[in-house]
């Protein structure tokens, strides 16, 4: 149960520390006979790479993926999937530093007490490179699932917010911009507070919003396992992730009932839709959209104080990579577990 | 999978509608030998029960719960507990104006849309009587772990927001109210809130916080199955749940790292807690805390155009009971979610 | 992980203990719209309770089964079905012998040792009383999936054996003795046999045989979860069950590939069917047949030394029932465990 | 629900064809800080591989175990431990004649008519060369619990039995023939029978029987997940396994309980054990002893009808590989099986 699984359908376990040999996963449940398009596969893997410009880190990963098993002349067999991600860059002594020390608001001292031990390099397990892994396999999803649009992308960068209903705003200028903010002007105002704080050797936090489009009716199940709820715990598996709102979100709750009703039309579509296309726990066929909050990384340029492994308080400065802010990054993550939880409620969909 | 079921080791499995004979539910991996404290199960139990006040609703619901098994000399024996509580209020003329029709922002539709058709007697199984079944477990669940502290209480109903940092409450407080608001001036401002609302005809959403305390160091698996992701999704699959987020939550999107980290003591406690009680998705032993958003009932006495399974639209009013905020009832059902996860989580931590 | 369900889209968990007040189970995952033959569930109970012949036990088992949700107008609903089997005859002194002493080749030693005490009255939950559970949810599953046949019978009785080929067996006639055993001459010399053995209050083994008609071709998941593999592990968690084989069984590890392998007709069937209906894991169209071996249950009426839990041997007469052959009452566990395993491949077939 | 994973909290997950790139797994749930011996676990890899001998094939597999992640500095951490076999052997033009043909008993046409087509090279998933993934998770599985001893060895080949009681034989002759059956005369006639089984260019069955020891009381859980079903399902989920029997097995099912029953002694150990190790699904501590039936497997040198893809009969002969008896290359394997279901329990067991 060490919890590197998700799905019961469409199941993805995961494996792969940030400096081991190599990241991998193994897609269980995929159907048969679906013809992979894995060019689209590496677009997705390099829009989540760091590299990418002056406002993210400036490691490089390649990340090319390659796939063992599972597709056969290009097809999926439903056979399992297997893949490797080889870490090309693996110099330990980058991290020497850190091997006895816990840095503030990392995983280190937690990974100690829980395992004993841990793989200190670059974080091990708990890095964030884990995530590729998951952007294959939400790569796949979203293939399995063609009529459905998912979108994601930056709502907000630290204090700046971006406010406009994602009804008016243009889903094809998201990747035109490194924020990955579709509206232009707050793209450039988000960029150049990134720039601001990476210069102050700091990070910062933000929000993605995504939003799910042409879902059929019915997808979730009640009571537990219900969509917002499988797609919330998602979404808080992603590294950072301090809170989760969907619909009306937080706001919804200041509301009267006479306010928060959606009416129907005479179709079954709804006049509004602050349930955020999910009655019961089930898909009502309107927009699913939910915001996703990210606090800053916890590894800045400045020099903080760390603890030892023999209780020793002891001022330390980050080293290697500087990611100001790996929100622009988390989108097609959250994009990818989107897919994922709409992929197995597909097939136990298909249950009933 | 049909999703009635929570947890791995502590595995919580309910069953029952709103108007059927009796709910229930069975909770497999309890360990043996814990002496029950059945009394302490019905306050539990009494807590979440409507017509506790007159800002609630007046439905009388006994709720008594009858166990059937793995008790044994008042001790569990390690086999599954079944457990069932009659529904002892049946009729089901009360619910015939619904039977054609969809509500506004109820599961009727996408039950329909689901199933085929659906059992229609005061919603059935997407009912929040269900949740009478998660009280039983969490209650349980407490008893397992006699050192963690679970406080649930309403830190805002619509509009009326309680800033106080939960450290400058007093807990011991929350059950004075109906509101289950431990400030005792906020708390009569809500209550006269949802007063008001009542003699509307109309319902208001609210907040429920939590705070875990004593909790040991190392509960919570990284990757997909992290503590607060799992809270997250047991938060999410309560009836009218809209958001959810822990520690510095939202707040912290806006934060730069270098003030969102937490920085050690000498003795691995930190000085600030913006963490949440979590690092990578595990507990370290710091205080954790949360908030839980819930909408508006859908279910008000003005009236309202719903949908009929022909496609016509036609006004309805509500009938039957009135619950204007249900936000107080919640804080049981919080506390009990919170419960049923650390106690998965506690076993799976036994096998490391 | 207490074990207690079974399958994984039909999930079936049981709960209960000989003496307890009541058992029961949760089928969750029951398609909805199946317009459910009460009176059949009822036979198939009736069918395993004790007490229907002089030569199983007399000790009266009403089984009334009381479904409480997931059934509306008749119909499955989708929702999780709950019901429970309430035990009309508790009377807990009759055990009171076995309190602090282990039986010979009973569960109470182990159940000592892993859980610390346990409820001795009439076995506890290691009592083959939990089997009714199944017999429910087999009852429905076996309505789930009306085209498939399911027939069992006893194929031998201690050292009395039908070779006879299943093709060669009018299955009609199974219920026509007590033996449960088609062939009228077998099943007198065994009825024979076993009222010997009730004489000598001692107990004897047997076998059960399985024939599934009308699979479709394509249920079983390769690899772990081989459609063998779930019908072998279902018939051993069947209280006294020692072996399972299907197909050709033991013998067929006598045999050479040239006589063992089934050749093709034109349609995709198969001349032979040493194969026994599934190849590679998965349903081939043929039928499946497979055999469950039993041993005489331990409680017998001659004096045997027992174990108490101060370390003493004593010496211990069984009391009270008598069951010299359990074997005819075990065919509709073995139908009813069948048919659990073929619904949740059927489900998870739907899938692909 | 592709069913490619066994294990709950030990769990194991394979991928990879016969002659895709690679096969591997990921084994998520070992606990940290076990100091892995990787020679054992490439003595356990060879031991399975074919080519060992002049009576088993001839294909030359290196099977080279390349792990990924989960280890540091020698140790597990806790972590997922991912891991490649590449397959250095892909030549699939050997396989283009079964392109379009299904073999007499092999898994070709169920697989094509449950996924729509298949990778037909060398049997694709069906393989049993998935099983060296298998063979790993199991020598880990052995390295987390040394104290217990499993040996298997072949007890019969074809009408070949070796009837000597296993507590009359040396564990440390298995692996002195190529038979891997501990009596050296035995072996010395089934090594002789398999020479003229090969001539022939046909193949033949066997029995493995083993032995497991020194398990501690109390693993293995009561109702479905009893631990002799999960023995039987995971050695049932081995390629060519039609039988499974533990303890008395199915000669147990001829005997009377007073001959039956195992009588304790004072130290709760029992006279005989004819339980095998195992009541009512829990380990009592004696050595737990099962036979598992395998039968020929399909691939013969001789001249077969095969039904190709268009219902045409035409005749086929077996070309490539012939591995006349795999029973002894499955020894390992069956070890492996029971290694994973003991470190499961055992991990489950800590949950009590």
């Known amino acids: 149960m060490a919890g590197n699984s998700y799905g019961t359908l469409y199941k993805v376990t995961t494996f792969g520390e940030s400096h081991g040999e190599a990241l991998g996963g193994i897609i269980d449940g995929c159907p048969s006979g679906i013809q992979l398009d894995l060019e689209a596969i590496e677009v997705e893997m390099s829009r989540r790479k760091p590299g990418q410009s002056a406002i993210v880190t400036q490691r490089k990963e390649p990340d090319a993926v390659q796939f063992l098993s599972g597709i056969f002349e290009g097809k999926t067999t439903g056979t399992p999937i297997g893949f490797i991600i080889p870490n090309t860059n693996q110099k330990s002594d980058d991290y020497s530093h850190i091997k006895d020390n816990y840095r503030p608001s990392h995983a280190d001292y937690v990974y100690d007490q829980k395992y004993g031990f841990r793989d200190y390099r670059g974080g091990g397990r708990s890095s964030a490179r884990e995530t590729a892994s998951r952007v294959v396999a939400g790569a796949i999803a979203k293939q399995m699932l063609p009529e459905i649009k998912i979108n994601a992308y930056v709502s907000s960068v630290g204090p700046i917010h971006l406010d406009t209903p994602y009804q008016e705003l243009d889903f094809s200028k998201i990747e035109s911009n490194p924020v990955r903010c579709p509206d232009e002007k707050s793209a450039a105002i988000m960029e150049e507070y990134i720039r601001d704080i990476r210069k102050q050797g700091d990070t910062v936090g933000g929000v993605v919003s995504c939003v799910i489009q042409n879902v059929p009716v019915g997808l979730g199940e009640p009571v537990f396992d219900k969509l917002h709820a499988e797609l919330g715990k998602a979404m808080l598996s992603i590294n950072a992730v301090k809170g989760f709102e969907y619909g009306s979100g937080f706001l919804g709750s200041e509301m009267k009932g006479s306010e ?74 959250v994009e990818a577990m989107a897919a994922i939880v709409l992929a197995d409620f597909y097939l136990i969909n298909k249950t009933y």
Do not use: E, W
């Not at 839709?273 to 959209?289: E, F, K, V």
């Not at 800053?296 to 020793?312: C, E, F, H, R």
């Open 260 to 333: 928060h009703n959606d009416l129907y039309n005479p179709d079954g579509t709804t006049k509004t839709n602050l349930s955020g296309g999910i009655q019961g726990g089930i898909s009502n066929g309107m927009d699913i959209y939910f915001r996703v909050a990210f606090k800053p990384v916890a590894t800045i340029m400045q020099t903080q104080d760390s603890l030892d492994n023999k209780g020793n308080i002891t001022p330390m400065t980050g080293k290697g990579r500087h990611d100001p802010c790996v929100v622009p990054r988390a989108v097609p993550i």
